[in-house]
């Protein structure tokens, strides 16, 4: 199996796939290959190990769609007997499906993404790409209506896959306090965090309002904001005027980011759109309360009736969130009961392999 990345940066998609790569199965290799470059989490993947191979077929930051990579991209497939491709985002979906289709083996388009959130100039092409490939798998079977509507995707040729973090990786932390010291973070403080892209879709600018109403309540508290993205910016002028530079700090990408997440008190996600958020389950795997927006991607996986959810664009219903969880014991308990009760529901490392198995062989049993 080959997991086709353009570039390998640091997201929920490339967690995934490099869980599946971490844990190799007797029916076959799996590895992961970049054809720009390896990105960050490529890099570090690399550095642990793991199977993830540069082709560098691409070259510069350019989108131009180039053919004689596509065509590169089949014969090495060929040439290494890869006897399937699994792609997870647009790019990856376009080289690796073409090059699938050239070298005569079946691909695997994995929708990490609410598909009605896909940019709809983006649409054509992807039905296109889905007549030349064996599966669509989407996370939830409201996004696998959507796939089957938008593209014209037959039931059959569809499937649904939860996302899943690996348990060996994301644990509860033993000691909260050591760890916090041994990442040069305030040992007693209060700390919160949010880990994601720093782009719109993230919202991170109701991190940074709802904080300054936090630190008005709470002056000991402390906030984190890990991720790279367009609006670094942008963030760091919002969080100079308001007079809470060094309470939240924009930490840049952190590799492994499974510490920093075990330290804190509270993990944020605000986004204005998602699709199964990877950080969510993260989260909960680490035993690490939720607060989190009220859309169709969190509630998929934490439920309606989630103590720790706000409303889109109430930022004060964000801040008494967090607050409620930092400061009053019985709010905080019904947040970790109810996160608790889902996170034992979640489906375990062997249950998606069995389910992913059962995809690969549907795809090459009908290829």
Known sequence: MAHVFVTMPVGGA??????????PTPEGRAEAVCIR???????????DGLPVTLLPLLKGKGKRFSPAAVWK??????????????????????????????AGIPSIM??????NRERRRRWWTMRALSWLAARQVTLSEQTRGDVMQALGVSADKTAVLPNFVDGSVYTPPQDRAALRASLGLPVD????GGIASLNSQKNHAA??????GLLQRLPEARGLIFGEGPLRGELQAQIDSLGIAGRLTLAGNKRPVVPWLQALDVMLLPSTWE???LVILQALACGVPIVSSRIEGNTAVLGEDDPGMFDLGDDAGYTDRVHSILTDPSFR???????QRIQAAQPTFVDFLRQLDCIYQKAVSEG
Do not use: C
Request: aromatic share 8%; charged share 15%; glycine share 6%.
């Open 189 to 192: 403080a209060p700390l919160v």
């Open 37 to 47: 470059d390896l990105g960050v989490a490529g890099a570090a993947a690399v550095q």
């Open 110 to 115: 994995h929708h990490q993404k609410t598909f």
């Open 14 to 23: 490339e967690d995934l796939v490099l869980s599946i790569i971490r844990h």
């Open 333 to 339: 308990l019904s947040v970790v009961q109810h996160q």
């Open 73 to 102: 991209l089949s014969r090495w497939l060929k040439r290494e007997r890869f006897e399937m491709v699994h792609t997870q985002v647009y790019n990856a979906h376009v080289y690796g499906v073409l090059a699938a289709w050239l």
């Open 207 to 212: 991190t940074v309002r709802m904080m300054h």
């Open 275 to 277: 699709g199964q958020p």
